[in-house]
């Protein structure tokens, strides 16, 4: 009778605890340093993100955090705070006919835009300017991301996919 009670003990145990912490990883808090997400989130406020154990399974609308893998998209220290708009196998390209991003042919729904960028204006080095773009398939292993300010909002327009590695953090509600 004690070993089963013992047992009992062990299993009623080992259920216990957050079994979402080691799933879907534990919750952190972090302050948007930019305008690039705005209305979304604006500049300074503290979000809270899912940090992403294992390999992030990407999902377009996901608001996430990324490092910088480098390349176009600079040495920076900070996280950047962006929209996942498409994924890998995905051909995302600006604009159709009404200035929408479309996905594999298909307008987006972007209710979250709300400061657009110019169709087209002269290229900036110092910024992610215009927001036509040619077409792009996003490699299986990347998210193409941008931030809902599309005028304020260095992004895949310019600096081109993100590998999903690099992605630390998903937003939560």
Not at 106 to 130: H, M, Q, R, T
Request: charged share 20%.
């Amino acid at each position: 009778m004690r070993r089963l009670m013992v047992l009992l003990l062990v299993v009623a145990v080992a259920g216990c605890g957050d079994g979402d912490a080691t799933e879907t990883g534990a919750t952190e808090q972090f302050t948007q340093g930019g305008v690039s997400m705005e209305p979304t989130v604006k500049a300074g406020q503290v979000v809270t993100a899912r940090t992403v154990t294992g390999t992030y399974e990407a999902r377009r609308g996901d608001v996430v955090l990324i490092r910088s893998p480098g390349g176009l998209w600079g040495d920076r220290k900070a996280p950047l705070l962006k929209r996942v708009v498409a994924v890998g196998g995905e051909t995302i390209a600006c604009c159709d006919t009404s200035g929408k991003v479309t996905v594999d042919g298909k307008p987006l729904a972007e209710p979250y835009v709300a400061e657009d960028a110019s169709l087209d204006e002269p290229p900036n080095p110092n910024y992610c300017g215009p927001r036509r773009f040619a077409a792009v398939t996003v490699l299986a292993d990347s998210v193409f991301v941008m931030g809902d300010s599309r005028a304020r909002s260095n992004d895949s327009r310019c600096a081109g996919p993100v590998p999903v590695s690099s992605v630390f953090a998903v937003m939560v509600d």
